[in-house]
């Protein structure tokens, strides 16, 4: 494990005998320092398994030394698991990175840093993890090309904590995300907007939303929208959603808006779980399985 340091290294690890490497708040500058380099100034970590970046915020000050030459290629021969939270100052180096057994990615940060870091990935995986920050708003309007293609490269993709804008201006049909199977999105807006969505999403199997609106016009709205649902007869849309769970962040309007959401359980045919929940409750305050 590494933390943070800014002073010169009078010694530096060899690679060759670790399986885990766990750095925390040091930037990539430290990282090249640290290890020593094959005769050919590459790095080399023939028997690491699993290689984790922890940037949290607070601690970028200070550790801003940039001076220091690149390898050539760093190569991960092992590699299997890939961690970056919060590291998005040193996107161009991550190109360096040689994985061919990479099998699964997480990555923490804003939409900008996780689409720029996924353009980077050069091997199929079998699992992509993305925590998007939720200050990290994204307007699928603006990156659409570049979600399509991500979700279309990797198998199984699971997307948490992301608040993105449900633009009904946009054509839908230019939008397709298979291999996206579990998606925990945050909306602040009229929720039964995500109904127009979940055809374009066809692997979607679980499905989370944060109704994060405290507004009593947007939460009046959305009741209305969701009982809607069920006076006009709303058809089942094509999804595969499965599970479906509601977080509702207001304190105000609970029972009403929990009798509203019942009406989108007709509209999964394939669901099989469902539950609301406030999110100042421990139990689910309506569910169904």
């Given at each position: ?162 608040l993105i804008d449900l633009d009904l201006q946009i054509d839908l049909s230019i939008l397709y995300w298979p291999n996206l199977t579990h998606l925990v999105l ?104």
């Open positions: 494990m590494f933390h943070p340091i800014n002073r010169p290294l009078s010694f530096t690890v060899d690679p060759h005998s670790l399986n885990s490497i766990d750095i925390i708040a040091t930037n990539l500058d430290f990282f090249w320092r640290a290890f020593t380099r094959d005769p050919d100034g590459a790095l080399r970590f023939p028997n690491l398994k699993t290689l984790s970046f922890n940037y949290p915020d607070i601690s970028r000050r200070g550790h801003e030394e940039r001076n220091y030459e690149a390898p050539p290629s760093v190569l991960f021969p092992k590699l299997e698991r890939l961690v970056i939270r919060g590291y998005d100052e040193n996107i161009r180096d991550f190109k360096l990175f040689v994985c061919p057994s990479l099998t699964s990615i997480e990555i923490c940060g804003r939409w900008a840093t996780v689409l720029e870091l996924c353009k980077q990935l050069t091997v199929p995986l079998d699992l992509l993890q993305l925590t998007i920050d939720p200050m990290s708003r994204a307007r699928i309007v603006d990156c659409i090309e570049d979600m399509n293609t991500l979700f279309q490269s990797i198998r199984n993709i699971k997307v948490v904590d992301c945050r909306v602040d807006n009229n929720l039964a907007n995500v109904l127009n969505v979940l055809p374009r999403i066809p692997d979607l199997v679980y499905l989370e939303i944060e109704f994060v609106s405290y507004d009593a016009v947007e939460i009046a709205e959305t009741i209305d929208t969701l009982n809607h649902l069920k006076r006009t007869g709303f058809p089942p849309v094509e999804s595969n959603v499965k599970s479906l769970h509601i977080v509702y962040f207001s304190d105000s309007h609970m029972e009403e808006f929990v009798h509203a959401a019942q009406n989108l359980r007709c509209s999964l045919p394939n669901l099989k779980a469902f539950n609301v929940c406030s999110k100042y409750q421990q139990h689910p305050a309506l569910k169904f399985i």
